[in-house]
C-alpha cells in the first residue's frame, strides 16, 4: 500500500496548518479548515455520511464536501450530518473526463443537487459504471475466477460501483488476499480485467457543472499527471484547481498553488477519503485553510450573479 502523504497527524487539527499545506504558501486561517474531496458509500467510499461526518467533527474540521464519483445522493445526509456537527457543507460530486486523451477528475462544487440536467447526466454514468461491472466480471471469469456480479453489486450497494468494488469482491471471495493485490493483478489500467470507463469530454462536464450552479475544479493533476491541459481548460471555464492533495508532495502543491494564481483558479484541496477501503483513513491528511473556502464561495456567488442557472 502507498504510504499516506503528510501522516504526522495533529493532535489539535484546529490550531494546527494544513499538513500537507507548505508554510510559504499559507497565511492565518480566518477560521479553521476544511476537506473538499471526500467519498463515502454512495460511490467508492467505505463511510456512511455520519461516519465521515463524525471523523471530521473528531479532527476539527470546519467545513466538508461530498465528492462521490458521478453521483450527489449522499449530499441530502451529509448536509444534515453536517448541520448536526455544526460543520458547513459544500455539495459537490466528482466526474471521470477527457481532454486530448487524457483522462481528468472534475470536482463539481456548490451544484444544485436537484439539477435535473445533472441528475439526468449522472444517471448515465451509472448505468455505464453497472454495465461496466458486468464487463470486468466477464473477464475476471474468462481468467477462470469464478467471481459472481451479483457478489460485487451486494458490496458496492449504490449506483455509482466501481473498480474498488470489483477488488473488495475478489478479496471477500477469497481471490486477492487485498484490495492492492486485486488492482495490480487485474484492475489496474491495461490489467486482464480493467475495462475503460465511459469519459465525458472535459468542456461538456464544464457546462454540465456550470448550469447545475456550481464551480468546476480539476482533481489531482499530480495523480493524473495533467499539468498541460490545465492552461486550455482554464480558458475553457475551468474554475478551479485542487492544488492541495493526499498524493501531492508539497513542491507539487506549491507548484500548482502558483499555477492557480497564474491561470486565475481557485485553490481548492482534501484528503480523498474513501474512508477503510485502503486501510487508515485518509481523512485528516489535508487541511485546506478556511480561507480557500471563502475565496470558492465568492466565486460561486459571482458565477452565480453573472451566469443564471440555465434548466
Ligand atoms: P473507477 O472509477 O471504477 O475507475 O475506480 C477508480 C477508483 O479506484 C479511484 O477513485 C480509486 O479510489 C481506486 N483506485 C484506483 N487505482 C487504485 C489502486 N491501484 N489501488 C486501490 N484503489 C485504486
Ligand atoms: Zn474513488
Ligand atoms: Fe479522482
Ligand atoms: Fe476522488
Redesign the pocket.
Known amino acids: 500500500m502507498k504510504p499516506e502523504a503528510g501522516s504526522q497527524r495533529p493532535e489539535d487539527g484546529r490550531r494546527s496548518a494544513a499538513s500537507v499545506v507548505p508554510a510559504s504558501v499559507l497565511r492565518p486561517p480566518s477560521s479553521g479548515f476544511a476537506d473538499l474531496h471526500l ?1 463515502t458509500i454512495f460511490s ?1 467510499g467505505t463511510y456512511t455520511p455520519e461516519e465521515l461526518t463524525g471523523r471530521a467533527q473528531q479532527l476539527g474540521f470546519a467545513a466538508l464536501a461530498l465528492t462521490d ?1 458521478d453521483t450527489v445522493e449522499g449530499c441530502a445526509r451529509m448536509s444534515a450530518a453536517c448541520q448536526q456537527a455544526g460543520l458547513e457543507f459544500i455539495p459537490a460530486t466528482e466526474l ?1 473526463a477527457e481532454f486530448d486523451d487524457n483522462e481528468l477528475h472534475l470536482l463539481g462544487y456548490f451544484v444544485d443537487t436537484q439539477n435535473p440536467r445533472l441528475l439526468a447526466e449522472m444517471a448515465k454514468f451509472q448505468k455505464v ?1 453497472q454495465e ?1 461491472i458486468h464487463e470486468m466480471v466477464a473477464r475476471l471469469n474468462q481468467l477462470d475466477i469464478p467471481l459472481q456480479a451479483d457478489a460485487v453489486f451486494a458490496i458496492a450497494n449504490c449506483r455509482s460501483p ?3 468494488h470489483v ?1 473488495r469482491a475478489l478479496v471477500a471471495g477469497g481471490f486477492c488476499s487485498g ?2 493485490e486485486a ?2 493483478r487485474f ?2 489500467k491495461n490489467r486482464p480485467a480493467w475495462v475503460p ?1 465511459f469519459k465525458i469530454s472535459a468542456l461538456d462536464a464544464i457546462g454540465l457543472i456550470h448550469q447545475a450552479g456550481g464551480l468546476a475544479a480539476m482533481a489531482h493533476p499530480g495523480l493524473n499527471r495533467t499539468d498541460k491541459i490545465i492552461p486550455a481548460l482554464a480558458s475553457a471555464g475551468l474554475d478551479g484547481l485542487e492544488c492541495f492533495h493526499t498524493k501531492h508532495t508539497p513542491a507539487a502543491s506549491e507548484r500548482y498553488v502558483r499555477m492557480a494564481k497564474e491561470f486565475n483558479l481557485a485553490i481548492t484541496g482534501g484528503s480523498d477519503c ?1 474512508g477503510l ?2 486501510g487508515k483513513p485518509l481523512i485528516g491528511t489535508v487541511k485546506l485553510p478556511y480561507e480557500y473556502v471563502e475565496k470558492l464561495k465568492s466565486k460561486a456567488a459571482n458565477r452565480k450573479s453573472v451566469e443564471p442557472l440555465n434548466r
Open positions: 467519498h467508492d464519483h471521470t459504471r461496466r466501481g473498480r474498488p477488488g484490495l492492492d488492482f495490480e484492475l489496474k470507463k474513501h477501503s485502503k
